[in-house]
């Protein structure tokens, strides 16, 4: 899992987006061409848990089923009824969070899965998300921005993904 081999520089770039509108995670997910999906993550081992123990089969929130059919929707809704509990326990309680929430991005051959989650207010992180989509779509393509050499030195990203220009996160006090 490229996350472990990278895991302090990525923990660097994302460092920029954590604890910006209650951001307490950030993982950012590459599906390339051919499916093929690499997760580079600020706690690897959320990603980890779920692959050893098989529960990753019962959690869409990195299912093409949810990524190819929606540009938003929260971790839990896309859990198995039948796993819902024990989702609920491996990737949120363990870790603290209160809610997940992915946003999806197609990029030329690629698509882009940005999942935030908080260890804050759960609901009221959601409809910040919602009503502040392109700040967090912007938060997502800082990091990507910045770890795309980790990518394109793993061969997931190739010469026909579109170039694009760094996106800056622009910071205001809040009133």
């Not at 472990?4 to 994302?14: D, G, H």
């Not at 959690?59 to 938003?72: A, C, D, K, R, T």
């Amino acid at each position: 899992m490229i996350s472990f081999e990278y895991c302090y520089y990525i923990a660097k770039v994302y460092k920029d987006i954590i604890g910006l509108r209650n951001i307490s995670h950030f993982s950012l997910n590459v599906v390339d061409k051919d499916g093929k999906m690499s997760i580079l993550s600020l706690n690897p081992q959320i990603a980890y848990n779920i692959f050893k123990d098989g529960t990753y089969r019962y959690n869409g929130s990195i299912s093409p089923s949810f990524y190819n059919q929606y540009e938003i929707y929260t971790w839990d809704e896309t859990y198995s009824k039948k796993y819902h509990n024990l989702l609920i326990n491996n990737m949120e309680r363990k870790n603290g969070i209160k809610k997940g929430v992915v946003l999806t991005q197609k990029l030329n051959n690629i698509k882009l899965l940005f999942s935030f989650a908080t260890k804050g207010d759960g609901e009221a992180f959601h409809k910040d998300i919602v009503e502040s989509k392109s700040f967090f779509l912007a938060a997502g393509y800082h990091c990507f921005d910045k770890v795309k050499n980790i990518l394109e030195e793993s061969s997931i990203l190739d010469d026909t993904t579109e170039k694009r220009k760094p996106q800056k996160i622009f910071l205001f006090p809040e009133k």
